[in-house]
């Protein structure tokens, strides 16, 4: 695995930095079709924003398989739905159409959804080492060092042998479906993108390789092919 930190002064920097880096990705591959697993957070918003006001006419859409690394259990149209904000921010603005887009059903049961969506990522993700590989996983991270919807306190979702997982917010006990952290793993990228002063502590720990670092979920992101971390200077400069 090779990692990458890209550094930038604000959040708004670092989506822009993000956006470009994609532009070069999906140059690499060809007519084939590129699987993107989104993440959840307000940096992510200000990347699917940016993507929809200045990339609209730079990158092939129509090649992008759109997935999801994790979402709450609440409809599509709930604000809190990861699937809502992208859907209005991005999906609407450029005419996705709906068969590029796998969206988790947070509205139907979290045993059946769980399955149901398994299957569905199995069923047009192509594999490498008996796991769906994905192109591209972004990722978020929380202040606790949660990313996707692994939380340090459900860290056997991390080698859980199924591709997706029922987890649960442990202050709201909210449900969520997730990726696992196999799966995570067998990307061939992954990128973090996350900002601001509430994340350094974490984010360093974890960059760092302290002791302290494998209670965290985000520290065992170790993706197939290569590794990114965007950041913005409040992240990496810990007071």
């Not at 991270?141 to 997982?165: R, Y």
Request: net charge negative; glycine share 6%; hydrophobic share 40%.
């Amino acid at each position: 695995m090779k990692t990458f930190v890209h550094i930038g002064k604000t959040a708004e920097d670092i989506a822009d930095r993000f956006a470009n880096q994609l532009v070069d990705w999906m140059s690499e591959i060809g007519d084939t079709t590129f699987h993107l697993a989104l993440s959840g957070g307000k940096t992510p918003s200000l990347l699917f924003s940016l993507l929809a006001e200045k990339y609209a006419s730079i990158l092939p859409w129509q090649k992008i398989h759109f997935w999801w690394g994790d979402e709450r259990m609440v409809s599509p149209e709930d604000p809190e739905s990861n699937f809502c904000v992208v859907n209005c921010l991005l999906f609407k603005r450029l005419g996705i159409a709906d068969e590029q887009i796998h969206r988790i059903h947070g509205e139907d049961f979290p045993e059946t959804e769980v399955e149901r969506y398994e299957f569905e990522i199995k069923s047009f993700v192509s594999q490498k080492n008996g796991w769906p590989s994905f192109d591209l996983v972004m990722l978020g991270m929380g202040d606790d060092g949660h990313t996707a919807s692994v939380f340090p306190d459900q860290m056997d979702l991390m080698e859980s042998n199924q591709v997706t997982a029922i987890a649960t917010h442990p202050v709201s006990g909210q449900k969520r479906i997730t990726l696992t952290g196999k799966v995570i793993n067998n990307s061939k990228r992954a990128a973090f993108l996350i900002s601001g002063e509430s994340k350094a502590k974490v984010y360093n720990e974890i960059i760092h390789q302290t002791e302290s670092a494998p209670k965290y979920p985000a520290a065992h992101i170790r993706a197939e092919g290569e590794l990114h971390w965007f950041v913005d200077e409040a992240c990496v400069n810990e007071k």
